[in-house]
């Protein structure tokens, strides 16, 4: 999932199936917040005082808004079901205040509960239809299922609710992906440098979209500037962390990839791509043990019914060379969301497994969409050729 302004987040799992028991007892397996933190100090306060008043709306979402922030901040997952558990008195509730139901939905969607998430929205904008975030959230969940034409028509309500660089880059989001990709990549640049100096997280949302829209068309310099700027300003967050490393193996840097993601690698998406970057260099020992970590994880994910992380998981099986369930993964996948790098795996699974008739779904919507993607028009020729 794309995030949006502030609160829409991506959530990376990082349960595992049997004890981790460290080699020594000198290694260090996670590092708690510092108790003398202000940030976990504030926390602790709020944490008490919502303890004390458990039914207080306005203490409940100022608190799990905090937590939200802080569980993309830290790249830590956690935070999210501190979230939810601050919402706890209204969570069950078909219909609650509209400021727990926005937040309900963005933590159902970043689980891809994306039917859950859309009815909260559409309660949310039924009950308040002048709300920029639930507008802007909603356009975001309809353009990773692929329903531009709705997405487009949530964006174009931005217009009169928020700053001119949130509603353009909703739009420019969007126009990317249906035809129109250079001229929403230079609106979209034209418009951020025209509105200088802007929130951080505001400026890092953009920048990862520029970035990614630059590597799609094949502009690497570019792509690498952006993808710089955004980590210059935020370089914990897990999703711009994750799209960069994707573009640095793209690019063959796989050591580039494994130093930026040294600390990072209890989100599951993250290990990931540290041993496809194992992989591109060569380094069989610490792969396989960044294989067996990964296996645990999934394998934990799947007897808990989780199927948020089925794009990873069909990487997951091509790194372990298993394109035939890789396919069956991004199959399932695709049925769920439709972003490019959806269709990326997609593609790649069924190149790999020497399927070119099991890919037609994507290149069809490739083709409907008039989508714009350099890699993946290679991997439709590898298919072509094939056949």
Not at 29 to 43: A, F, H, K, N, W
Not at 112 to 117: C, D, E, I, L, T
Not at 270 to 279: E, G, I, S, T, Y
Request: glycine share 4%; charged share 20%.
């Amino acid at each position: 999932m794309k995030k949006t302004l502030l609160i829409l987040l991506m959530l990376g799992a990082a349960a595992h199936a049997a004890p981790y028991i460290p080699a020594q007892g000198t290694q260090v397996i996670e590092t708690l917040p510092r108790r003398g933190d202000p940030v976990q100090q504030e926390l602790r306060r709020l944490r008490a005082q919502l303890n004390a008043q458990p039914n207080d709306v306005a203490l409940a979402t100022g608190l799990a808004r905090r937590y939200i922030a802080l569980g993309r901040s830290e790249t830590d997952p956690r935070y999210l079901g501190y979230a939810q558990a601050a919402l706890a008195p209204w969570w069950r509730l078909p219909a609650p205040p509209p400021a727990v139901r926005l937040l309900r939905a963005t933590l159902l969607q970043s689980t891809h509960q994306f039917a859950a998430a859309l009815a909260d929205l559409r309660g949310v904008l039924a009950a308040e239809p002048k709300n920029a975030q639930a507008w802007l959230t909603l356009a975001t969940v309809l353009t990773v299922q692929g329903d531009y034409a709705n997405a487009t028509s949530s964006c174009a309500r931005l217009s009169s609710l928020a700053t001119e660089l949130i509603t353009v880059t909703c739009i420019a989001q969007v126009g990317a992906l249906t035809g129109r990709a250079q001229p929403s990549e230079n609106l979209l640049a034209l418009t951020l440098e025209r509105n200088g100096v802007t929130a951080p997280e505001l400026q890092v949302w953009v920048l990862t979209l520029l970035a990614e829209m630059a590597q799609r068309r094949d502009a690497a310099t570019v792509a690498e500037q952006r993808f710089q700027q955004a980590l210059a300003l935020s370089p914990n967050d897990s999703y711009l962390l994750g799209a960069y490393a994707d573009f640095l193996l793209e690019q063959k840097r796989p050591s580039r990839v494994t130093a930026l993601l040294a600390d990072q690698t209890r989100i599951d998406a993250l290990l990931l791509r540290r041993a496809l970057a194992l992989q591109q260099q060569g380094q069989t020992t610490a792969l396989a043990a960044d294989i067996a970590e990964l296996a645990a994880r999934f394998d934990a994910a799947m007897l808990r019914g989780d199927t948020v992380h089925q794009r990873e998981q069909a990487r997951f099986e091509l790194l372990r060379r298993n394109p035939a369930g890789a396919l069956i993964l991004a199959r399932k996948n695709w049925a769920v969301q439709k972003e490019p790098a959806d269709m990326r795996i997609y593609l790649d699974a069924a190149l790999q497994a020497g399927d070119r008739a099991a890919a037609q779904p994507v290149i069809d919507w490739i083709a409907k969409n008039k989508m714009e993607d350099a890699t993946a028009s290679r991997l439709i020729r590898q298919l072509d050729k094939r056949t």
